[in-house]
């Protein structure tokens, strides 16, 4: 079962440099998320996506764009990276939220920015 | 609004030592709340859940109980494993996100 999968793992960028990182599920989920993990930091919220068709702003958006291209993909870019984007980024997907709570994680892109 | 505050690491702990983790909450309403454990390497899983005051999640010899008068979820383990070791976050689910604390770290030794 592949369930989240995420491309690529690893990525550098020089500062200015735009990527796309992707996000594809298998398990016919509504809701998905991505996030951004640092040092003493924990995990932050930077889009999501309650429903095919829907994106929201999370708790860190600024300096990033999303698009739900379909019920199984969702993906997130840098337009124009800087260092404070040097991070490990987690893609999640859930049934509905408000139903268990139950994310289910991809295993994460590293992104260093130059 | 809405926070998770979980004490910070690393907890380091011999084995068959008895382990907490200290989590606390602030929420309008009555959310749910979640253990996550990351292994080194992996992203998150879900290692327990309760939805609502009084419920005692449990799994793999973790439990954590959802107390409404002291807004906490403390996670715990009567005996580790080396295997245990990894960071665990606790998480507040609201509506249609999860908000997690900033991960605690716990190191088993031999």
């Known amino acids: 079962n592949a369930g989240v999968t995420q491309t690529p793992k690893f990525q550098v960028l020089k500062t200015g440099q735009s990527m796309t990182l992707q996000c594809a599920q298998d398990?016919?989920?509504?809701?998905m998320y991505w996030y951004r993990q640092d040092p003493g930091m924990g995990l932050r919220l930077i889009y999501y996506s309650a429903s095919e068709g829907t994106t929201d702003k999370g708790e860190v958006p600024n300096g990033y764009n999303v698009s739900r291209l379909n019920k199984r993909e969702f993906s997130l870019r840098l337009e124009s990276a800087a260092p404070s984007q040097t991070s490990v980024y987690f893609c999640?997907?859930?049934?509905?939220?408000?139903?268990?709570?139950?994310?289910?994680f991809g295993e994460g892109s590293r992104l260093t920015v130059l | 609004g809405n926070s998770v505050t979980q004490m910070e690491g690393p907890v380091t702990l011999s084995e068959e030592a008895f382990l907490t983790i200290n989590c606390t909450y602030t929420a309008t309403g009555y959310p749910s709340l979640f253990w996550y454990v990351q292994y080194p390497g992996e992203g998150l899983q879900l290692l327990l859940k309760?939805?609502?005051?009084?419920d005692k999640g449990s799994n793999k010899g973790f439990e954590a109980t959802y107390r409404k008068e002291t807004t906490s979820f403390h996670l715990e383990k009567g005996s580790v494993q080396v295997s245990d070791s990894a960071v665990y976050f606790c998480?507040?689910?609201?509506?249609?996100?999860?908000?997690f604390g900033t991960g605690t770290r716990l190191q088993v030794f031999p």
């Open positions: 309760a939805t609502k005051a009084d």
């Open positions: 998480a507040l689910g609201y509506t249609d996100k999860l908000i």
């Open positions: 999640a997907s859930t049934v509905r939220v408000e139903n268990t709570g139950e994310l289910f």
């Open positions: 398990m016919n989920h509504n809701s």
